[in-house]
């Protein structure tokens, strides 16, 4: 096949398949090459390799049923899974941790650039978490939510502060089974002693604690994360914004932030429009600087200040290949070891910043939160510096619009007002069938799981064609506004009952709520929902459903772990990393439905997976007693266009498919 025909097979994104071009005509190797060089491992990818101990590695293949020590299949396939859980939680939790630590240090004065923006937020935080506020200055009260943040950190606490967040019935399944989340520290590290040489060898037992693990990320780490951030950087509004390679610019510095903390990313963006660096720039030759983001770092800025998304996960490589960029600041996560290759033929400087994340051959710039400002500039001047080294810049011309930044406390103020602040018309158009349920659609890009970006856009399409809300974070918010997917002309896509509802609330069918850390937003909206009442007790009565229709991360396992520990099935699209054991997969499907009311599937196939997803929703429409989901009941005015699948190019040339003709 030719090259270009055989590029055309890997994304449906018009900028990365213009990209993947200029790359195979400079011998640019990028991760789409190594996925078609390096086949995945077979044993590990199917869980069957164990290496808790050095007799081995042991693969449990063939008629191997046992290791070295007499462990199972089921046994090492659990590990395997419940240590990436641990590794997501880890992840998620140290970024929260990161947060209290940079909240007390701004309250104790020690990390002067950095203030609490929003009050109001700090003060419904710290009545959740019992801290005094009567007769305090919002630095007293913000140590002391920073205080408790941290503590919730530790092996002492007998159950999470932010579990009080759950309605009180899923409370009680996870106390009847003994996994209500204790300090977030020692639950991962549980993980890494149970599953060490000669400890737990029973695989339910430690499907159990995988569970309770994921449950100090989802109600742990990333919800205090995602608090704190409110509570430093502003809590998210809807806000208007650009998406995709064309966001870069010609005759400014142009530097990319990649990664996950926004503690280094808002110092950047305040950095940026500073008259010194400003300056600086001009003094260069430049207009300015310009930002942009990639990965979830990427959706923090754009959901406080509007600054662009450049892409996501599995286009980070191709950022430098448009010659364009001067510096790409990474700090943690998701930052491709690959980008310093591909960097040493452009003239772009990869510089990172976090002491945890050292990557060869970059520039190192340290990070510190007690000077924060003062290293943001120094970052973009030297990304300044740069600018003159430019040689062939070949920007692709595509962007995107969209609007962002749907925190829960918006979607609440948006229903209700200010006055009175409610999920009550999200929750009663739900119930009258306008509205058929609600999905969870986020997570990563996979390179062994393409085309890039179709998977994504794939579920979205076909729930807002269902009726059924879409609430986005992560890559999959990147993916969709890179195809025009977060913008309310999307409601032309929309089936009638959604379109109707959209319309009325003036919401996008698709709701972008921010980064990974931000799926906590989306437990949150879900157990008000269940609080407020009229969809059932408890977050497994909702018509709702989790999808992650590209991931690639033990973060999304964790992810996917908790939402499913939450009540809410879940589809992990892509090959199952754990079918060395049929036991361990009924586990996580039936085992997990009778005990939290949901199911964890690792599903290859996505048409069934948006099949049985819609007949999850619907069946449990009909355990509430609601009206059957009829499309034909709503909307059906001259105006009306029913929605039916329809790609986005024939979606942007206006040509869109009448159902059933
Ligand atoms: O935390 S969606 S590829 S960027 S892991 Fe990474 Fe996956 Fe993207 Fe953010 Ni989340």
């Not at 992840?91 to 007390?104: E, K, N, P, V």
């Not at 007002?417 to 119930?431: E, H, T, V, Y």
């Not at 992560?474 to 409601?491: S, Y």
Request: charged share 20%; with cysteine; glycine share 8%.
């Amino acid at each position: 096949m030719p090259e270009e025909k055989k590029l055309e097979k890997k994304t449906i994104d018009p900028t990365t398949l213009e990209l993947l071009n200029i790359c195979a005509a400079d011998g640019i190797n990028t991760v789409f090459d190594r996925a078609e060089a390096l086949k995945a491992c077979p044993i590990g990818s199917t869980a069957a390799c164990c290496h808790s101990c050095f007799m081995g590695p042991c693969r449990l293949t063939g008629k191997t049923e046992v290791g070295l020590c007499g462990a199972t299949r089921a046994t090492v396939t659990a590990r395997n899974y419940a240590r990436a859980v641990a590794g997501g939680a880890a992840a998620h939790s140290d970024h929260g941790r990161d947060m209290a630590l940079t909240l007390l240090a701004a309250c104790e004065g020690h990390a002067p650039d950095y203030k609490i923006k929003d009050e109001a937020k700090l003060m419904a935080v710290a009545k959740m978490l019992g801290v005094k506020t009567e007769g305090r200055s919002m630095e007293e009260i913000g140590k002391d939510v920073a205080l408790v943040a941290l503590d919730n950190f530790s092996s002492t606490k007998k159950e999470l502060d932010y579990i009080k967040r759950a309605p009180a019935k899923r409370q009680q399944i996870w106390k009847n089974l003994g996994i209500t989340p204790r300090g977030i520290d020692r639950e991962v590290v549980e993980v890494l002693h149970r599953t060490t040489m000669g400890v737990d060898q029973d695989a339910e037992h430690i499907m159990d604690h995988a569970m309770r693990a994921s449950l100090t990320d989802g109600w742990g780490g990333s919800m205090l994360g995602t608090d704190i951030s409110d509570v430093l950087f502003g809590t998210p509004g809807p806000v208007k914004g650009r998406a995709n390679f064309g966001v870069l610019s010609t005759d400014e510095v142009n530097v990319i932030i990649h990664g996950h903390h926004p503690t280094l990313s808002m110092m950047i963006v305040e950095a940026a429009s500073d008259p010194e660096i400003v300056a600086y720039a001009k003094s260069k030759g430049a207009k300015g600087v310009n930002l942009a983001g990639i990965c979830c770092t990427a959706n923090e800025i754009l959901m406080r200040h509007g600054v662009p998304l450049l892409g996501n996960f599995l286009t980070q490589e191709l950022a430098m290949v448009t010659g364009a960029v001067e510096a790409m600041v990474v700090d943690i996560q998701c930052v491709m070891e690959g980008l310093v290759e591909v960097a040493k033929k452009y003239h772009t400087q990869i510089i990172s910043t976090s002491p945890k994340a050292k990557i060869a051959g970059s520039t190192y710039i340290e990070f510190d939160e007690e000077h924060a400002l003062k290293i943001a500039k120094d970052i973009l001047k030297k990304a300044i510096d740069n600018y003159p080294n430019r040689k062939n810049v070949r920007i692709p011309t595509y962007v995107d619009n969209l609007v962002a930044g749907f925190s829960h406390e918006y979607i609440n103020y948006m229903l209700g007002g200010s006055f009175r602040q409610s999920f009550r018309p999200l929750i009663d158009n739900i119930a009258n069938g306008r509205i058929r349920g609600a999905a969870g659609v986020v997570g990563c890009n996979n390179a062994r799981v393409l085309p890039h970006d179709d998977n994504q856009t794939y579920i979205v399409k076909e729930m807002i064609k269902n009726d059924i809300l879409v609430v986005t974070t992560g890559c999959n918010a990147i993916a969709c506004a890179k195809q025009g997917l977060l913008t309310p002309e999307v409601m032309n896509l929309a089936g009638p009952g959604l379109r109707e509802i959209c319309q009325t609330i003036g919401i996008p069918p698709v709701i972008h709520m921010g980064s990974c850390v931000d799926n906590s937003r989306i437990l949150t909206v879900l157990a008000q929902c269940a609080t407020e009442g009229g969809l059932g007790e408890d977050m497994s009565d909702a018509p709702a459903v989790g999808f992650a229709p590209e991931w690639m991360s033990e973060k999304a396992v964790s992810i996917g772990t908790y939402v499913v520990a939450s009540g809410v099935n879940t589809w992990m699209i892509g090959h199952n990393p754990y079918s060395n054991s049929p036991e361990v997969v009924k586990l996580m499907t039936e085992g997990y439905t009778k005990k939290v009311g949901a199911a964890l599937h690792f599903e290859p196939d996505l048409k069934k997976a948006v099949k049985d997803a819609i007949a999850v929703i619907d069946a449990k429409r009909a355990a509430l007693k609601l009206d059957p989901y009829d499309p034909n009941r709503y909307a059906r005015s001259d105006t009306y266009f029913p929605a039916d699948y329809t790609s986005f190019k024939a979606f942007a040339e206006g040509r869109y498919t009448r159902s059933g003709t």
